[in-house]
């Protein structure tokens, strides 16, 4: 099975930097995604690490270390709109399934 | 422009009255996904599609239904919902290529008075 591990809420203030951490223990691994879903809206694809290292998407940063079984999402520059909660997933590598972590709401403030 | 379609967006029906929700994709994915959405909570799987090939989950209760007559469209049947069944339900899609990228519709908010 699959279980992830994410803080479940952060908050910052406008243009600050807030990193989301998510730790796994997985059966198999087939990649760390990133996922943000702002209230009463559906969940939107950030970003994918396969390998270790850094990927950087404008503002959204994702690192995965596979030894550690740890990722992070970082969020520069902080704006009010990226108030909204944020979910870690790995994909089954036997299946097209995704399980997610239990989601980090970030609110930020003026 | 939207990509993966559901509707209705808000559904209100009651208690043991069947109820059918809908999805289409323009994207030609071949995998659609169903899940359950509570308050405060992570998607939850229900089933997926891989082509015509249904894969339910084992937690997923008898309560609920789907088809897929196509690639393009999905449908969750809820046969008897109840007061626990008022939740999101977002469809979602990606291809087996890309697997761990899926495209999720805007979802259905269903209420069961």
């Known amino acids: 099975g699959q279980s992830l591990e994410q803080p479940s809420e952060v908050t910052a203030v406008e243009g600050a930097i807030v990193q989301i951490n998510c730790t796994y223990q997985t059966s198999g691994f087939y990649g760390l995604s990133w996922y943000q879903q702002h209230d009463g809206g559906a969940p939107t694809f950030l970003s994918y690490n396969a390998l270790d290292g850094l990927e950087e998407t404008g503002r959204f940063s994702s690192f995965l270390s596979r030894s550690d079984s740890y990722g992070y999402l970082l969020l520069q520059e902080l704006q009010m709109k990226d108030s909204a909660s944020y979910f870690c997933?790995?994909?089954?590598?036997?299946?097209?399934?995704?399980?997610f972590g239990a989601g980090t709401t970030v609110t930020v403030r003026a | 422009d939207a990509m993966v379609i559901q509707n209705p967006r808000y559904q209100v029906t009651q208690f043991g009255k069947p109820v059918t929700l809908s999805c289409s994709q323009t994207?030609?994915?071949?995998?659609m996904y169903w899940y359950q959405q509570k308050s405060s909570q992570a998607p939850k799987l229900l089933f997926h599609?891989?082509?015509?090939?249904?894969?339910n989950e084992a937690d997923t209760p008898d309560n609920f239904q789907s088809r897929r007559p196509n690639t393009s469209f999905c449908f969750l049947d809820i046969r008897s919902p109840g007061l626990g069944d008022a939740a999101m339900y977002l469809c979602a899609t990606s291809s087996t290529g890309t697997a761990s990228v899926q495209y999720f519709g805007a979802g259905t908010r269903l209420s069961v008075l």
């Open positions: 994207l030609n994915h071949n995998v």
């Open positions: 599609y891989y082509d015509k090939d249904f894969n």
């Open positions: 997933a790995v994909r089954d590598p036997n299946d097209y399934k995704l399980s």
